[in-house]
């Protein structure tokens, strides 16, 4: 009976159930974060491509058609995601993301809104990367 006990007790610190964001993240390696960040940037980029021309697809023709603002802010929030400034140089954010796990309040941030938020500030869109930061502070704090 003890030895059941203490096996599951070594389980459990062997394999800890609440991984935060934070966790995920620093356990992986320099090229693996490399990479995850260039597959989040080239999904979202696919998606926004899609989605655009499925939107042509669908009014093409209908001169009288505007694209309603929901979209064009859809697009924005897209755009948010990725870093222009940055350009092929993903190690940069890879860096900015271990700088923004480092700090406890962010611990609970999951990843894409830390890469949202750290894009935003490489491209010098610091007072909205700011205020997403806190609002995303205040929303996951422990």
């Excluded at 599951?8 to 090229?31: K, Y």
């Excluded at 309603?68 to 993301?97: C, F, L, Q, T």
Aim: proline letters at 3%.
């Amino acid at each position: 009976m003890k030895k059941i006990i203490y096996l599951l007790i070594l389980i459990n610190l062997l394999f800890p159930q609440n991984r935060t964001p934070a966790d995920f993240w620093n356990g992986l390696v320099e090229i693996e974060k490399v990479s995850f960040i260039n597959g989040a940037y080239s999904a979202v980029s696919a998606m926004k491509t899609h989605h655009q021309q499925q939107v042509k697809a669908q009014y093409i023709g209908n001169d009288n058609w505007v694209q309603p603002y929901y979209i064009d802010r859809y697009y924005e929030i897209v755009d948010e995601h990725i870093s222009k400034d940055v350009g092929g140089n993903i190690d940069i954010i890879a860096k900015a993301m271990d700088a923004f796990y480092s700090n406890s309040d962010n611990t609970n941030i999951p990843v894409m809104e830390a890469m949202r938020i750290v894009s935003m500030a490489q491209d010098g869109k610091n007072q909205k990367a700011n205020l997403y930061l806190l609002k995303a502070q205040r929303k996951y704090a422990q």
